[in-house]
């Protein structure tokens, strides 16, 4: 037995449940979806999609007739009983969002927990992913990444959430709708710092499509001045926090105390004291006396 918010639901006999398929669908240019994926949506009972009329296109686009059904933030909890009940009847379902990979900032997850709690099938269809496409031609390094969704809607949330990844030394992706693009950028210029690189990738696989590398600050300025790049689906690739080196690295107050006391005494007691009196490292503050002495 499970229970998903009062509703309750048998564990499915795998012998007779259906397969809950959860399909990717292209961002932008049609010729992106796979074979396998306009296979699958021809042949279940029923698509879970998240906007039946903006999926209704697509699916007329390739002659697919298969009834949809609503999927959406607003009523999946509630919904997910029905979808589960034609599964434990033996009926396939497809799930798929208005464009990419669903549960990636759309609906789908609780479908999906629910199924899979009941001992239902789930199989992915992979294909079309905004960041996943963003990143693979942003230029910043991919082998390590973390996907933040959207950044919050308020000034406050927006500084809250970047300060908490000010010193995150892995590549950053947010998705930002095009109405908070530019006050997105503001935050991540004024939190982070203006020479932070970040990529607007914007449209992607449509006609307008764009990828810009700039630093916070210029990035800023360059989509001020183009109302053109404030429009459509954005995603926003930032490069990850670097520990500074060298001066960068020691408190201006540890630098003027060790400025002090290499006028009086050799490099190695001076960094030695300055550690003492800052607590900043003791090598680190030697490397520096050193590289000081060296001007």
């Given at each position: 037995m ?9 564990v499915?006999?795998?012998t007779?449940a259906?397969v809950?398929?959860?399909v990717?669908t ?7 979806i796979s074979?396998r994926?306009?296979?699958?949506l021809?042949?279940v ?9 903006h999926?209704q296109?697509l699916l007329?686009h390739f002659?697919?007739?298969t009834p ?7 009523n999946e909890?509630?919904q ?18 208005d464009?990419?990979?669903p549960?990636?900032?759309?609906p789908g997850?609780?479908?999906v927990?629910?199924a899979?709690?009941?001992?239902v099938?789930v199989v992915?269809?992979?294909?079309p992913?905004?960041?996943?496409t963003?990143l693979?031609?942003a230029g910043?390094?991919s082998?390590?990444?973390?996907f933040e969704?959207?950044l919050?809607?308020?000034a406050?949330?927006r ?6 990844l ?5 590549t950053?992706?947010f ?7 530019l006050e997105?950028l503001?935050?991540?210029?004024d939190t982070l ?10 449209e ?5 499509e ?5 630093p916070?600050g ?10 053109n790049?404030?429009?459509?689906e954005c995603?926003?690739l930032v490069?990850g926090?670097?520990a ?13 105390v060790l400025d ?9 007691r001076?960094?030695a004291?300055a ?15 050193l590289e000081?002495?060296?001007?």
């Open positions: 499970c229970v998903f918010s009062g509703w309750r639901c048998s499915a006999d795998p007779s259906g809950l398929y959860v990717a292209p961002i932008g240019n049609l010729d992106d074979a994926a306009l296979r699958v021809g042949d009972a029923l698509i879970a999609a998240e906007d039946t009329r999926s296109r007329q002659g697919i007739t949809l059904q609503a999927c959406h933030e607003h909890r509630e997910g009983g029905r979808f589960l009940s034609r599964l434990l009847a033996g009926d396939d379902v497809a799930l798929i969002s464009a990419g990979t549960l990636i900032s759309d997850f609780h479908l927990r629910q899979r709690a009941a001992g099938r992915p269809v992979p294909g992913s905004a960041l996943i963003a693979s031609a910043l390094p082998d390590r990444f973390i969704g959207f919050p809607a308020k406050a949330g500084r809250a959430r970047l300060e908490a000010r010193e995150e030394p892995r950053l992706i998705y930002e709708a095009p109405h908070r693009l997105s503001e935050a991540l210029r710092g203006a020479e932070r690189q970040v990529v607007l990738a914007r992607l696989t449509k006609t307008f764009t990828l810009k590398g700039l916070a210029e990035l800023c300025e360059w989509v001020r001045a183009d109302a790049q404030q429009r459509g995603v926003l490069a926090w670097q500074p080196e060298g001066d960068e690295a020691v408190s201006a107050e540890a630098l003027r002090l006391l290499l006028a009086e005494l050799p490099v190695k001076a960094a004291l550690a003492e009196i800052t607590g900043a490292r003791k090598n680190l503050l030697y490397q520096v006396a000081r002495q060296s001007k």
